[in-house]
């Protein structure tokens, strides 16, 4: 089954500083990775995801993620910090039962984010 | 536009009592996810559906029933066997196969035992 590593259940950073969360993951083919954020009282909204395509993807508010096969890994980051970036951000994978998805995600536990002033 | 759309949004039991909780989509998905979620836990999975007329228990079923009578439809009761049900519970929906898309979320449902 797969798997989903975030480190570091909490990361805060300055405002205009740079934003790194990790994400590392289990998985014996290249899967569909995803970057959930997450504000207080909502739902998930999507970030970005990785399928297949380029290897470095961009997503929403200036934030993009890099899928390193070799490192098994798909951290997230944004050069710049903002106030408003402050949520909680979920790592996701495909689920997988051979070669074949199962339809499902596998979340990693989250990371929450503050930004200082 | 489309969307989930859960109700209420904020739900309040008293101890004994089964409450239900909305989730509709007008995205044409054909899969829907229940998740609770807990303060440092993450999401975890309750129960999911990927084809009308049948789910399938997630991680987390015990003291939990659901039903898809209808493609748009995916209610979550919290029965009275659920012993610790304040949460936040979201809903969430995709395509069938099309785990490149990821999942479109509700706004969620915030539960709480009185």
């Known amino acids: 089954a797969q798997s989903v590593t975030q480190l570091g259940s909490h990361v805060s950073v300055s405002e205009g500083a740079l934003v790194l969360l990790r994400c590392n993951y289990s998985?014996?083919?290249?899967?569909?990775l995803f970057w959930y954020v997450q504000y207080p009282n909502q739902g998930l909204q999507l970030l970005l995801k990785?399928?297949?395509?380029?290897?470095l993807v961009k997503g929403i508010n200036g934030f993009e993620a890099e899928f390193k096969k070799s490192e098994t890994s798909f951290h997230l980051t944004k050069p710049s910090a903002h106030m408003s970036d402050a949520a909680e951000y979920f790592c996701?994978?495909?689920?997988?039962?051979?070669?074949?998805?199962?339809?499902?995600?596998?979340f990693g536990q989250g990371t929450t984010l503050q930004v200082k002033p | 536009d489309g969307g989930i759309t859960q109700s209420p949004k904020y739900l309040f039991r008293k101890e004994g009592q089964n409450v239900t909780l909305s989730c509709e989509q007008n995205?044409?998905?054909?899969?829907m996810y229940w998740y609770r979620q807990d303060p440092g836990q993450g999401l975890r999975l309750i129960y999911y559906?990927?084809?009308?007329?049948?789910?399938q228990k997630g991680d987390i079923a015990e003291g939990y029933s659901v039903s898809r009578e209808k493609k748009e439809s995916f209610p979550l009761t919290v029965t009275s066997a659920q012993k610790n049900p304040t949460a936040f519970y979201l809903c969430?929906?995709?395509?069938?196969?099309?785990?490149?898309?990821?999942?479109?979320f509700g706004s969620g449902t915030r539960l709480t035992v009185v």
């Open positions: 998985s014996s083919v290249p899967p569909y």
């Open positions: 969430a929906s995709s395509r069938r196969q099309g785990t490149g898309y990821g999942y479109t």
């Open positions: 996701a994978v495909s689920d997988r039962i051979g070669s074949s998805n199962t339809g499902k995600l596998i």
């Open positions: 559906s990927q084809i009308v007329n049948d789910f």
């Open positions: 990785y399928t297949s395509a380029a290897t």
């Open positions: 995205l044409n998905h054909d899969a």
